[in-house]
């Protein structure tokens, strides 16, 4: 099948064995590969109320049809299952080189199934597949490890690896890749550490089938040429995603102390230029990237490296913890990738703790003795590390800030920065009612990948609650999430402005099928839909309520910064939610209509 | 006594306009972004003769300044 590696492993550690299976045509006609794979099989195969750390769950990593092509940014793998954080949908992308070897090795998608009975590590060379003894492995940190196998076997196998973080079942664990790269969100990690699933280790040395590779060579070539006269390559490439770190903090988006405010006094410690000049040494990019946007970085004042930090991680790590010293966000998203936690989920748990201390409900007493004043650089590190191995109030902060403040109550629930369980990455969302609306129905909880709309906010006027906006959202969640399915990275759409229309030709190449933009979306619909219907499905109750921000959103204007007195009113997000809900054709309780999901031709995939 | 003001592709997308201009000097960008009717929170980087600079640089004879809108986040 041109455009496909052509096999499905499924590896079931219960029992160690191992089975191929061809990669399905109406599977990749259906939901062409990468997150569109990991949901089918997610709702297909893992029963309903399946514990998340059970042998029930499966870990579905999947490439898509550019992965590992010769086609900007066709580096992206998807890592789906059912997510330990949030008991709903968790799809995770990771960059790096992971997915083209795996491809090269011949698959399209890994799924792990079971629990070994020990620590392993899987290990896959072309058609040699084996289960590893990790015995020695488990308990090290994923730098360590990830040199370790380098060192071992060379630099041309590609390593994901858990860290402590995964290996005890944080919530929020990842999965570490090529030194700095992440299937971050959902707690993805746990669940490979509830398999005992170390590490997979593989290479690969086949081909790929292509349509028509002369059309490819263009297409592809056209692509690069695109990138390469792009006006804004050379800024792109200088900051990566820390060019916005300025920006946010001047329209009120930049999160403060825990998303109190959007503006941080201190943020010229930690902006794009200071990281620039203070720390970065050299740029790092994904497989077959022209415009890099990883950063590697020396702390002097820590003497480490690190890749990173990028923009989530400078406003989690930095101005919501109170930090304005590059360095130590650096250090911070070192301790964390080593660990192997989620820098987003980390920098709000931590958050959400500083806030409790600095009202009262912490005391030291809570804090194993810690002073969690905003800006404590110890408290920040130690926290991580209690977090990652569970120990003393990192046990509390590890299971996310929705368990944790269910736990302590004292209206604490109200500044758990949170939707559906799972920590709002970087964007403080004080009237700005579009990023809003993208954060509460996002798929996997408040993350911005799928729809970045707080650009649009400020176009046409941030406070407006208008059905354009809710459309604007959905079309995003559609198109955007697409480069998840096709196995390719879309900064170069969103960064660097490339024409979209060039990645037709390119994938018709490829595939030998022909799909232009409004096809591609009507996928990404369908897709959005069967994730509804999963976490309808897992969730009793699941609904409008599951929708709503926190009351920080809606009650608490910040005091200072560019948003200053700024708020959404409650009224105002079930408008927004109202015409979501209508516009996708989705009942008032926000579940997909019978007649929506025919429309779609989804009753086989949901039957 | 004048510089160039270019929009960045992305900013002209936005704001559906051709996006090239003369201005005067020893005025701060912000102040000159506002002359020129543009939101200044739709303008994410100024690029001054390829130097990143902030909106309160002040403009000086002969500089090429660049904005550049951010169109999509990470």
Redesign the interface.
């Known amino acids: 099948m041109n455009g496909y590696a052509g096999k499905i492993l499924r590896v079931n550690l219960t029992t160690g064995t191992f089975t191929k299976e061809p990669t399905p045509a109406d599977l990749a006609r259906d939901f062409i590969g990468g997150r569109g794979f990991g949901i089918y099989f997610l709702l297909k195969e893992v029963p309903k109320g399946a514990d998340p750390l059970g042998p029930e769950n499966k870990l579905i990593i999947s490439s898509g049809p550019i992965s590992g092509m010769m086609i900007p940014g066709g580096g992206k793998c998807d890592w789906t299952t059912k997510a330990p954080l949030t008991g709903g949908y968790a799809g995770a992308s990771m960059g790096g080189h992971f997915t083209a070897e795996m491809r090269y090795a011949g698959l399209d998608s890994i799924i792990l199934e079971g629990i070994s009975p020990k620590p392993v590590y899987l290990f896959i060379d072309n058609d040699r597949i084996e289960l590893r003894d990790a015995s020695d492995l488990w308990g090290k940190t994923t730098f360590v490890v990830e040199k370790q196998f380098k060192e071992k076997l060379g630099e041309e196998y590609q390593i994901a690896t858990i860290g402590p973080g995964g290996e005890n079942m944080v919530s929020y664990a990842c999965i570490n890749h090529d030194y700095g790269r992440q299937a971050g969100r959902g707690g993805v990690g746990a669940v490979m550490g509830s398999k005992k699933v170390k590490a997979i280790v593989l290479h690969g040395t086949k081909s790929i089938p292509v349509a028509d590779m002369e059309a490819y060579r263009k297409a592809g070539m056209a692509l690069y040429k695109a990138c390469k006269d792009?006006?804004?390559l050379?800024?792109w490439t200088?900051?990566g995603?820390t060019?916005?770190v300025?920006?946010c903090d001047?329209?009120g988006a930049l999160p403060t102390r825990n998303f109190s405010a959007g503006s941080f006094e201190g943020v010229k410690g930690i902006d794009?230029?200071a990281m620039r000049e203070k720390i970065v040494i050299t740029d790092k990019g994904c497989f077959g990237c022209p415009s890099p946007c990883g950063k590697y970085s020396r702390s002097k004042k820590f003497n480490s490296y690190v890749e990173g930090p990028?923009?989530?991680t400078i406003g989690l790590m930095g101005s919501n913890l109170g930090i304005g010293d590059i360095e130590v966000v650096a250090q911070a998203n070192l301790l964390c990738d080593d660990l192997g936690i989620d820098t987003i989920s980390a920098g709000n748990a931590i958050g959400w703790a500083m806030e409790c201390y600095q009202k009262g409900i912490f005391t030291k007493k809570d804090t194993d003795g810690l002073d969690l004043k905003f800006g404590n650089v110890d408290a920040i590190f130690s926290l991580i590390e209690k977090i990652a191995r569970k120990q003393g109030l990192g046990v509390l902060l590890g299971e996310g800030v929705k368990r944790a403040s269910k736990k302590i109550g004292q209206g604490t629930e109200k500044f758990a920065i949170h939707v559906k369980g799972m920590e709002q990455s970087a964007?403080a969302t004080h009237n700005a009612t579009a990023m809003q609306l993208a954060y509460m129905t996002c798929d996997v909880g408040a993350h911005?990948?799928r729809a970045?709309a707080?650009?649009y906010d400020?176009?046409v006027g941030r406070d407006l609650v208008t059905s354009e906006k809710v459309a604007r959202v959905i079309w995003l969640q559609n198109f955007?999430p697409m480069f998840d399915v096709i196995g390719g990275c879309?900064?170069q759409?969103?960064?660097l402005?490339i024409d979209r229309d060039l990645y037709v030709p390119a994938l018709e190449a490829i595939t030998g099928i022909h799909r232009s933009w409004e096809d591609l979306e009507k996928v990404g619909e369908r897709i959005w839909n069967l994730t509804r219907l999963y976490w309808a499905r897992e969730n009793e109750g699941f609904g409008r309520e599951w929708d709503l921000p926190p009351a920080r959103f809606y009650e608490d204007a910040p005091t200072s910064g560019a948003t200053k007195g700024q708020i959404t009113k409650i009224e105002d997000l079930h408008r927004l939610l109202d015409m979501y809900y209508e516009q996708r054709g989705w009942g008032s309780d926000g579940l997909p209509k019978p007649e929506t999901i025919d429309s779609l031709g989804l009753k086989v995939a949901v039957a | 006594m004048t510089a160039t003001v270019r929009l960045g592709d992305s900013l002209k997308n936005m704001l559906g306009i051709e996006g090239l201009y003369t201005v005067e000097i020893g005025h701060n960008v912000f102040e000159t972004i506002v002359s020129l009717g543009i939101k200044p929170e739709l303008v994410a980087m100024v690029s001054v003769n390829d130097e990143l600079q902030s909106k309160d640089y002040v403009i000086e004879e002969g500089d090429a300044i660049r904005l550049m809108a951010v169109i999509g986040g990470g």
Do not use: M
């Open positions: 792009a006006e804004g050379k800024e200088t900051y995603t060019q916005v300025d920006w001047q329209v794009g230029k990028e923009y989530e964007y911005h990948n970045w707080i650009t400020l176009q955007r879309r900064l759409w969103v960064e402005s």
